[in-house]
């Protein structure tokens, strides 16, 4: 039955001028799609962070609170796994759902230079560091991995330090040049996250429109749909934004416009150029600010509203740095761009003390904190280095790859 709805609904999504990847669908348990939600891919190296990642799903999971019902690989093929207890309805529409992703996959720019074969390059890379594990020990390999991990969304700051630290050996710059590919591999799904899943949001609803359903299967989808794209308190919904955003633009611009939108943009161009005042307020956005347990509305206006939001899209929200290797006085200089976000300096030294470890150099930083420019030089007398990491490197990196995992429907 499922490979003869992949088989209409392809035709269907066709018809409408989409053009995936060729498909690849498998089913698997809830434990095996957990395992690759946590590592962010298949293939992917182990690492103990991916296991908490885990662990917390699983609870949430078992528990109710969530559930993925799919995974998609950005490969060519597309591989697409499906949760073996998912219902032949929310098969329907999560087929209809990732055809478009991988729509857009090939189509967006920012996905041009991608690795289509990365799933492949993920297996050579973790048979590649278990071989590093025995030759050179599970902990000067795993030391390399965290401060990767921890710095992993300032790809320029792994390159500085595998091309030019001198108390690296060249299986650890190799370890800091995967992490960072991998990273990059990710980089245009971070920047494309609201118009990805707008995307395929505002398909699977087209294509779901078009399919013969039973009275009890329109009811499912219809439940299904609006939880998707349902509003949260506190956070916003990619889908819900990014499905409003997409039938404003057919409003007003009609559906050739839609194709060439989903070629051309980022989420911070797409909502800069297309979240309208009609759509704002049909997404009910606004800012607030947590008080003890509770959040208070803090501005309901759409120019300081959606201003806050593209802030917010830029890297993530994190400040940017320039990195450079002063010879003359034996420092490296670390500096955030102007005009970005304030700095959390305790998670910066966090992550300076890894820093440490792949070159043991004093290290100049000059941030912004709490809006005044601060310019701090490691070590002090109070700030170690070397030896192995503190829990400041592990929390950061937990945050980090938090960020970075990609499954869909969870609402």
């Not at 999560?94 to 729509?103: K, T």
């Not at 201003?307 to 320039?322: A, D, K, Q, W």
């Amino acid at each position: 039955m499922l490979r003869k709805d992949i088989e209409t609904i392809t035709e269907i999504a066709e018809g409408f001028g989409l053009e995936p990847y060729d498909m690849v669908y498998e089913r698997i348990p809830s434990s095996v799609m957990l395992s690759f939600a946590s590592d962010g891919m298949p293939n992917r190296f182990s690492h103990w962070t991916f296991g908490k990642s885990y662990d917390r799903m699983r609870t949430q999971y078992d528990k109710g609170l969530m559930k993925i019902y799919e995974l998609i690989i950005n490969t060519d093929p597309s591989y697409v796994f499906l949760l073996e207890e998912n219902k032949e309805i929310e098969n329907k529409l999560i087929v209809a759902h990732v055809l478009a992703h991988s729509d857009f996959f090939k189509h967006n720019v920012h996905f041009k230079k991608t690795d289509k074969r990365m799933l492949q390059q993920l297996k050579q890379a973790t048979e590649l560091f278990s071989d590093y594990e025995e030759q050179y020990g599970k902990e000067r390999v795993e030391d390399v991995i965290e401060v990767a991990l921890s710095v992993q969304e300032h790809p320029d700051i792994l390159t500085f330090y595998a091309e030019n630290s001198p108390h690296l050996e060249e299986f650890e710059r190799h370890l800091l040049e995967v992490i960072r590919d991998q990273y990059t591999y990710f980089l245009p799904q971070v920047k494309t996250k609201i118009i990805n899943e707008g995307w395929a949001t505002f398909w699977h609803a087209k294509i779901m429109r078009e399919l013969s359903l039973s009275p009890e299967e329109i009811i499912d989808y219809s439940k299904l749909h609006s939880s998707v794209i349902a509003p949260q308190e506190g956070s916003i919904n990619p889908y819900h934004i990014g499905y409003e955003v997409f039938k404003g633009i057919e409003r007003t611009y009609g559906l050739e416009k839609v194709f060439e939108v989903r070629e051309l943009h980022s989420d911070s161009s797409f909502i800069r150029n297309y979240l309208t005042e009609d759509v704002f307020e049909r997404c009910h956005l606004y800012l607030y600010q947590q008080v003890g347990a509770k959040g208070k509305v803090t501005e309901t206006s759409y120019k300081k509203v959606v201003s806050s939001l593209l802030e917010s899209l830029v890297n993530e929200g994190n400040p940017s740095f320039s990195i450079r290797h002063d010879e003359e006085e034996g420092v490296i200089r670390i500096h955030q761009r102007e005009g970005e976000a304030n700095l959390d300096l305790q998670q910066a030294e966090g992550v300076i003390r890894g820093l440490k470890r792949l070159w043991d150099i004093p290290i100049e930083l000059t941030a912004v904190v709490e809006g005044e420019t601060v310019v701090r030089r490691y070590p002090h007398p109070q700030f170690p280095s070397g030896g192995r990491m503190n829990q400041n490197i592990l929390r950061v990196m937990e945050i980090n790859e938090r960020k970075n995992s990609r499954a869909s429907f969870k609402p």
